[in-house]
């Protein structure tokens, strides 16, 4: 599509920015909370960055009234946070702690208070503990009970001020790296595995969605998927093939099961004959394709996507194998894997087009418009953008500043997408950028930082904690002010 003009943003427009509860909140053992998955892979050797941990993180569980104030100094209209499942039940399920569910009740409030729309997260991947030691985690049927029981008590709770709920955060992402790539908890290696987890995940998400539209009917959810157009490397049919492939096995295998409550029939087949389908019993298939556990939006996550070549039988080239191993977030299938269905179909590889981050994520602005239209072409449910944003190092200046214009233009590239997106016709709810005070990156530390508000603190847990307003935190004040009409502005 093509327009003389662009729409402006919705009036109504969700400008905010999201966290998640392991990232910020530290005061990991604090008023009854119970240790989560999270709390326990941290602390083994090895597994994360200069062996970071959430004990402390930003401290925002001492410091929520402080992190508001600055929200409504910045005019933010929504917040999206996660709530820790093993704060409110310490054991995964059975008691309630009090002291856990109060802390989210009074964030609300103040967030109400403050003007700001809380989005709040169910499930941003801390299980808690008790149930990966007592039924092996999402493996079992009985997590996903457990899961129920944990919605229900915040539907009841909180179900009259919050209208915003999202499911689950990334399965696409937390299934692969808990059970495939080991990158994290339950750091398993087993494809079979893998799938059989992501089912149980499924049920889950349909059950919290379903029992939300009986407890919350006034309000809306919706899982937040991490979604990447895939591109094909050339024009040739085969590559074309091959990212018709990588669509199904990295997107459509949940977004058709959250959206269609069936699963997509190619990979089902696939699967099949490779003897990696998950085993879906009879009211599996009732629940997950029952109306009722349909979401009200679709979140999205918004960061790269990923270009394929055609099936890479042979070995890969030294710059491929460099490409595939410099982020286990690209999920690139390794050769030392044992199993790899993927390999005959598909092979992901640098877009030739595409600058990256420092990290080798690449930077995809028009990717985004893509990925907003196919998403509202396929399955027609409003979109709300959940996460977008840009991982860098930050320097805090002598002036006491950050000047951090790379975060500004990159959000503004990919906000006038957005807006071109709108204007096609997409319809979209609001915008989280990804993230609104500097966090704990699960695998990257403090070095890589997303917040509009820099938090003093570094690897070594140095530094006071001290929230200080970056550049970007004054510009996208402005935006927000605008409605957005500040982003053509001196472009
Ligand atoms: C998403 C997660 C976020 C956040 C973000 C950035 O996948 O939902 O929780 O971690 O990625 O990730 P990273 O800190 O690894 O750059």
Not at 54 to 80: C, I, Q, S, W
Not at 183 to 196: G, I, N, Q
Not at 358 to 380: C, H, K, N, T
Request: charged fraction near 25%; aromatic fraction near 14%.
């Amino acid at each position: 599509m093509y327009h003389q003009q662009l729409d402006g943003f919705p009036k109504d427009f969700l400008w905010g920015a999201a966290s998640a509860a392991y990232q910020v909140e530290g005061a990991w053992n604090e008023d009854g909370k119970g240790p989560s998955i999270w709390d326990h892979f941290a602390k083994i050797p090895g597994k994360t960055f200069e062996g970071t941990n959430g004990d402390v993180a930003v401290d925002h569980y001492h410091r929520y009234k402080e992190d508001v104030a600055l929200m409504k100094e910045m005019g933010m209209k929504a917040y999206r946070f996660s709530v820790a499942w093993s704060r409110v039940l310490p054991d995964g399920e059975g008691e309630v702690n009090e002291a856990g569910l109060a802390f989210y009740e009074a964030l609300v409030d103040e967030l109400l208070a403050n003007g700001v729309e809380p989005v709040l997260t169910l499930f941003h991947w801390d299980l808690p503990q008790a149930l990966q030691d007592r039924y092996g985690g999402w493996e079992s049927r009985k997590t996903a009970d457990a899961f129920e029981t944990y919605c229900r008590v915040l539907y009841e709770r909180l179900g009259k001020k919050v209208k915003y709920w999202v499911t689950m955060n990334e399965q696409n992402v937390f299934i692969p790296l808990g059970y495939r790539w080991a990158a994290h908890p339950p750091a398993v290696t087993d494809l079979k595995r893998m799938y059989a987890a992501n089912h149980i995940v499924n049920l889950a998400n349909a059950k919290a969605i379903k029992l939300f539209h009986q407890l919350v009917p006034e309000g809306m959810i919706g899982p937040s998927f991490g979604y990447g157009p895939i591109y094909p490397l050339t024009a040739d049919p085969n590559d074309v093939l091959a990212a018709e492939n990588a669509e199904a096995f990295n997107n459509e295998w949940w977004l058709s099961v959250y959206c269609t409550g069936k699963y997509p029939r190619f990979l089902v087949k696939q699967l099949t004959e490779l003897g990696l389908a998950p085993e879906i019993l009879p009211e599996d298939r009732s629940l997950l394709e029952d109306a009722a556990a349909r979401p009200d939006f679709l979140g999205v996550n918004y960061y790269h996507g990923g270009t394929v070549k055609t099936n890479r039988i042979a070995a890969p080239s030294d710059e491929e194998k460099e490409f595939s191993e410099t982020d286990p977030y690209l999920m690139q299938p390794k050769d030392d894997q044992a199993q790899s269905p993927e390999v005959p179909m598909f092979n992901g590889v640098a877009n030739p087009y595409l600058e990256k981050t420092a990290w080798g994520w690449e930077i995809d602005p028009v990717g985004f418009r893509v990925a907003l239209r196919r998403l509202q072409s396929r399955y027609d449910l409003p979109l709300f953008i959940t996460e977008n944003g840009l991982g860098a190092v930050d320097e805090l200046t002598e002036d006491g500043k950050i000047h951090d214009a790379y975060r500004v233009e990159y959000l503004r590239a990919h906000l006038l997408e957005l807006q071109k997106a709108v204007t096609d016709g997409v319809e979209i709810l609001g915008y989280c950028a990804w993230s609104y005070t500097d966090l704990l990156s699960w695998l990257n530390g403090y070095k890589k930082r997303y917040g509009f508000v820099y938090v003093d603190r570094n690897e070594q847990e140095e530094g006071q904690l001290t929230r200080i307003k970056k550049d970007s935190f004054y510009w996208y004040q402005q935006v927000i002010a605008t409605n957005g009409v500040s982003l053509v502005e001196n472009v």
